[in-house]
């Protein structure tokens, strides 16, 4: 989204009081950042990052995390601050985003990753924290051993082709003797009611949101994703959450040799959409009562 864009389309936004946090939540590649930063421009604020991909420090890139040129037009916060190897949870960015909700700026949340903003507005469970020995164990089992060790119950509610939510779930019932759910059923009030914020959703339309994916891909190439990659290269741990981030193994295939450069972004792009596709599904269950707003048309 440019910032022509966001003109032309500012109408949309519902009223934005001085007083109240804005919160912008969205699919990959639909151009929340930017509306972000359009807003932080016209009523002030500070941007902080609701994306767990962009708050490790060897992605800017690979990442889409704003660019340095976007970063000194209005404050930025939680982003690239964690290192590749650090261990970083939906718990560790509440506890980071709380106090900056009673800062001196308003805060305007941004990302498209759910689990945080549900964290904020819905509550969050107290589930201990999971030791590396059973982390280490479900690393190593196969997807069905995963779903085999999850109560039924808890598993009625999660996407079983999300390696990342089925194996959270097995690793806390390991972990504790108790489910998931069990501890989501405990899960303390929120720290801030979605009443008390201007909650956007982006919900545009998929053939656009396909096309601008696979433009993105292009212009990460150009700004450098491979040089980004390849300096990452002895360090990569593909257990790691940081060596996940999209595009990361397609293009080591590609430095590789294993991989031309078309297949990896063929490869990347494929995987791009498909986390798009879960992401809507996810925002149009949980986001139900937020501003949807369509900047596609």
């Keep these: 989204m440019t910032r022509r864009s966001t003109n032309q389309f500012f109408r949309q936004l519902p009223p934005i009081p001085d007083d109240q946090p804005v919160l912008i939540a969205g699919p990959t590649a639909s151009g929340k950042s ?3 930063l ?3 421009e016209r009523h002030g604020g500070v941007i902080v990052n609701a994306d767990a991909s962009q708050v490790y420090d060897c992605w800017r ?5 704003p660019s340095t ?3 000194t037009r209005a404050p930025h916060l939680l982003y690239g601050h964690v290192a590749y190897d650090q261990d970083y949870s939906t718990g560790h ?3 980071e985003a709380v106090p900056l909700l009673a800062g001196d700026q308003r805060p305007i949340i941004v990302g498209g990753t759910g689990l945080y903003f549900t964290a904020l507005t819905e509550g969050m469970a107290q589930i201990p924290a999971t030791p590396p020995a059973v982390r280490a164990e479900a690393d190593q089992m196969p997807m069905a051993e995963l779903l085999a060790g999850v109560d039924a119950q808890t598993l009625a509610g999660l996407d079983r082709q999300n390696r990342a939510r089925v194996q959270r779930a097995w690793e806390v019932q390991r972990a504790t003797g108790r489910s998931l759910l069990a501890w989501q059923a405990d899960t303390p009030r929120p720290v801030l009611q979605i009443s008390d914020t201007v909650p956007i959703v982006f919900d545009v339309d ?5 096309d601008r994916i696979e433009r993105r891909f292009d212009q990460m190439l150009e700004q450098g994703a491979i040089e980004e990659v390849r300096a990452m ?3 990569f741990d593909p257990t790691l959450p940081a060596c996940k981030a999209i595009g990361v193994s397609e293009l080591r295939a590609y430095l590789d040799g294993s991989m031309t450069l078309d297949q990896a972004r063929d490869r990347a792009t494929i995987s791009t959409r498909q986390f798009a596709k879960r992401q809507r599904t996810w925002f149009r269950a949980r986001m139900k009562t937020w501003n949807h707003l369509d900047f596609s048309k």
């Design 93 to 95: 960015w509440l506890r």
């Design 34 to 36: 930017a509306l972000a």
């Design 61 to 65: 890139v690979i990442s889409a995390r």
């Design 206 to 210: 998929k053939a656009w949101l396909l």
């Design 38 to 40: 359009e807003i932080a």
């Design 233 to 235: 290269q002895d360090r």
């Design 69 to 71: 040129e976007e970063e």
